[in-house]
């Protein structure tokens, strides 16, 4: 399977910063990467599929980037309602899928 | 809006058969376009994806969990539904069913783009 490896682990930053998060493969995955936000006591939300595309509905803020291992989800202008775990997810060529440990983010 | 819903027992006892339903509205469980696919998290731990089915039959689980589930689809009742064998403690966690599609960029590009709300299962004596 392929192992899905996220950092850090949790942050602290405050309401207006930039933040990034960071997912890495053990295996090239080409752009096969989707990210979700899960906030305590509810469902993952889809934030970001193939890497670096919107999902409808997303705040403009949410971006992706990166390709092959490394990826990365930003946050442009940290919102309160931005306070969530987020979690990156492989799907490359066939299951299972998995998904990295999380990252949580804290305002 | 698609929508889905969890339901099942919320206790079940060790070496027992954990048997969940997922009831999906305003979207066919037989459109052949989606996987139905269920996914669990253990308290304040991580997600594990742990298969899907076609409506056309065709099934993928996790190997960890291979040996021990089943994914069915009913469609006349529009449900799917998890059935996890042989359970211990290791399998206590919330179970989230899920429709799995694709984004639509070019080739298949799988999404779960939408979910239950999630279903808190505690195997224990």
């Known amino acids: 399977d392929i192992q899905m490896t996220q950092s850090p682990s949790s942050l602290s930053a405050s309401v207006g910063d930039r933040v990034t998060l960071t997912c890495r493969a053990s295996?090239?995955?080409?752009?096969?990467l989707n990210w979700y936000q899960q906030k305590p006591g509810k469902a993952p939300k889809l934030l970001i599929f193939?890497?670096?595309s919107l999902q409808s509905g997303v705040p403009s803020r949410f971006s992706g980037g990166g390709s092959g291992t490394d990826f990365t989800l930003t946050i442009s202008t940290l919102q309160p309602e931005d306070s969530a775990t987020y979690y990156c997810q492989q799907t490359y060529i066939s299951p299972p899928w998995t998904f990295g440990q999380g990252t949580k983010v804290e305002i | 809006q698609v929508q889905l819903q969890e339901s099942g027992p919320g206790l079940v006892k060790p070496s027992q058969t954990l048997s969940l339903t997922c009831t999906v509205s305003?979207?066919?469980?037989?459109?052949?376009?989606?996987?139905w696919s269920w996914i669990r998290q253990p308290a304040g731990k991580g997600l594990e994806w742990i298969g899907r089915?076609?409506?056309?039959?065709?099934?993928i689980y996790n190997p960890s969990l291979k040996s021990r589930v089943t994914i069915s689809v009913d469609t006349s009742q529009n449900q799917f539904s998890l059935r996890l064998t042989s359970v211990t403690a290791a399998d206590t966690a919330v179970y989230y069913c899920a429709r799995e599609g694709s984004s639509g960029s070019g080739s298949y590009s799988p999404i779960l783009d939408y979910w239950g709300q999630g279903a808190p299962v505690t195997v224990s004596s």
């Open positions: 305003s979207g066919s469980v037989s459109n052949g376009i989606y996987y």
């Open positions: 193939a890497a670096s």
């Open positions: 295996q090239s995955i080409s752009t096969s």
């Open positions: 089915m076609h409506p056309g039959g065709s099934t």
